[in-house]
């Protein structure tokens, strides 16, 4: 499967939650909860926002690097993206997404 439609099966399995939200964040489309993005789709990447043994964890699987919206080499830390090609992971990072922004908020 291509990421768009890997992105596509998270905003279907998150859609009907309270407090989520379909928008974009810099131009890109994303899934909210209480406002604040946790899953994104860039280019040909799925991208997650994710702290500890999680992001570690993502950031361990090929292909895996820290994502840099803008392309100019200012990673955002907290923000992993990943391929397609490791949407066997995708859940459980969507659930460790998930769970880090609503304790946040």
């Given at each position: 499967?291509?990421?768009?439609?890997?992105?596509?099966?998270?905003?279907?399995?998150?859609?009907?939650?309270?407090?989520?939200?379909?928008?974009?964040?810099?131009?890109?489309?994303?899934?909210?909860?209480?406002?604040?993005?946790?899953?994104?789709?860039?280019?040909?990447?799925?991208?997650?926002?994710?702290?500890?043994?999680?992001?570690?964890?993502?950031?361990?699987?090929?292909?895996?690097?820290?994502?840099?919206?803008?392309?100019?080499?200012r990673p955002m830390k907290e923000?992993?993206?990943?391929?397609?090609?490791?949407?066997?992971?995708f859940n459980t990072l969507a659930?460790?997404?998930?769970?880090?922004?609503?304790?946040?908020?």
């Open positions: 499967m291509t990421a768009i439609q890997e992105y596509e099966k998270l905003v279907h399995r998150f859609a009907e939650q309270p407090n989520i939200a379909i928008g974009q964040m810099f131009g890109k489309p994303c899934i909210k909860v209480h406002t604040k993005a946790f899953i994104a789709h860039h280019l040909e990447l799925i991208v997650f926002k994710l702290s500890g043994a999680s992001h570690a964890m993502a950031l361990a699987r090929p292909g895996a690097r820290l994502w840099d919206p803008s392309g100019k080499g923000w992993v993206a990943l391929p397609a090609s490791e949407s066997e992971i659930d460790a997404s998930f769970a880090y922004l609503s304790e946040r908020t």
